[in-house]
C-alpha cells in the first residue's frame, strides 16, 4: 500500500495542531487508506475527452451527474461518462499531460489550466486573468460567454474548450452569498497562477462541513444554485457555437457519503485527489447537435513546432471523421 501521501503530509503538518485538531484524523485516514485503495484496487481509467465526438466541450466545474440531471434546462441527449480524475488537477493531467493538441483552443476560467498544463493546445485563452470577480473569489459565467464566442471568431476551424468554474463554490447565487461569507472559492488556484505565497483567510467550505460548522442540506442548496446561475449562459453558448455541442464536467462532489467501493467508513466531503468515488467521476454527458459540424485543422502552432504534433493531432481528427 502506498504511504507516501500520508507520509508527505504528516511531514508537513506534524507540529501544526490546527490541522490535527481540524482535519487531521479524516484527511490522514483518507490519504493512508482510501486514495490507495482507489488508485490501486478500484480505480476505472474513464474516456480520454479529446477522443470523443465534439466540437465545442463545455466544463461545468465540479458539476455532479445526479444534481445536472435534476435541474438541467438545456435540451439534448443526456448520459453519463466517467471522468479520469476526482479533482480538477487530475483531470486536466490524465487528459492532456504529455499529449499535443493543436486541434484545440481551451478557454478557461479556471486557473489550474495554468498551473498544471504546459500549454499542450493550439492556444489558450486564460479569462481569470482579466475578468477575475476580487469580490467573490471567482469567474463569473457572463465573462466565459463572451471570450469563448471570441475564441470561436478568432479560431473557427478548431475544437473549442471552454472551462467555467460554477457550479464550483465560491457560490455566487443570492442564498449562497447569504449562507456563506469570505469564500475561499479558487482563489488558491489563481494565488499558484500568479506565485502569490500569501495565506487566505477566507472560508473552504468543505472544511467546514468536515468540522460540523455548516450543514449537508444548506450547502447542496447553494451548489445546485450555483448550477442553476450557470445554466442560461451554457444555453447562450449553445445557442450560438458552431457544431456539436457537449456539456460535461470535471468531476464532482462528495456532500456527506461514505465512498463506495471503500475499505473505511468515513465521511468525505468535496472533491479530494485520488478517490475515484461514483460521485466524483460520474459525470454528466450532455449531447447537443449542431445544424452544422465545424471543420478543423490542426496546423502547427507557434506552441508546437514538431511535425510529430501535428500528425497526431491530424490523425485524432480523422479517427473522428473529420478527416476523410
Not at 501544526?16 to 487531521?24: A, F, L, N
Not at 463506495?260 to 467521476?281: D, K, Q
Request: with cysteine; aromatic share 8%.
Amino acid at each position: 500500500m502506498d504511504f507516501s501521501i500520508l507520509k508527505t503530509n504528516l511531514q508537513r503538518h506534524w507540529n501544526d495542531t490546527s490541522w490535527w485538531r481540524d482535519i487531521g484524523v479524516p484527511y490522514a485516514v483518507r490519504t493512508a487508506l482510501v486514495q490507495p485503495y482507489f488508485r490501486h484496487v478500484a480505480d476505472d481509467e474513464g474516456i480520454a475527452v479529446v477522443d470523443e465526438d465534439w466540437d465545442n466541450l463545455l466544463i461545468l466545474d465540479a458539476c455532479r451527474y445526479d444534481m445536472f440531471r435534476d435541474h438541467n434546462t438545456i435540451e439534448g441527449e443526456l448520459s453519463t461518462r466517467i471522468s479520469r480524475g476526482s479533482n480538477t488537477e487530475e483531470f486536466l493531467t490524465r487528459n492532456f499531460a504529455g499529449g499535443t493538441f493543436n486541434d484545440i483552443v481551451y478557454v478557461t476560467a479556471n486557473p489550474q489550466v495554468d498551473v498544471r498544463l504546459e500549454a499542450p493546445f493550439h492556444a489558450v485563452v486564460s479569462v481569470w486573468k482579466d475578468a477575475w470577480d476580487d469580490e467573490l473569489n471567482t469567474v463569473m459565467p457572463e465573462a466565459m460567454v463572451e471570450a469563448t464566442l471570441r475564441a470561436q471568431e478568432e479560431y473557427p476551424d478548431k475544437r473549442i474548450i471552454s472551462h467555467f468554474v460554477q457550479p464550483h463554490y465560491p457560490f455566487v447565487g443570492e442564498a449562497g452569498q447569504a449562507l456563506f461569507e469570505n469564500q475561499a472559492g479558487i482563489e488558491l488556484s489563481r494565488r499558484m497562477a500568479t506565485g502569490d505565497a500569501a495565506a487566505s483567510d477566507h472560508l473552504n467550505v468543505w472544511d467546514m462541513l468536515q468540522r460540523g460548522e455548516v450543514a449537508e442540506r444548506d450547502v447542496w442548496d447553494a451548489y445546485c444554485e450555483n448550477l442553476q446561475v450557470v445554466l442560461p449562459h451554457v444555453q447562450e453558448l449553445v445557442d450560438e457555437l458552431e457544431g456539436r455541442t457537449v456539456v460535461t464536467s470535471d468531476h464532482g462532489n462528495l456532500i456527506g457519503e461514505t465512498p463506495h467501493p471503500c475499505p473505511v467508513p468515513i465521511r468525505m466531503y468535496g472533491h479530494p485527489p485520488g478517490v475515484y468515488a461514483e460521485s466524483l467521476v460520474k459525470v454528466p454527458w450532455l449531447v447537443v447537435e449542431g445544424k452544422t459540424r465545424r471543420t478543423v485543422v490542426a496546423e502547427t502552432s507557434t506552441t508546437h513546432e514538431s511535425d510529430q504534433s501535428v500528425d497526431e493531432a491530424t490523425e485524432r481528427l480523422r479517427d473522428l471523421g473529420y478527416l476523410d
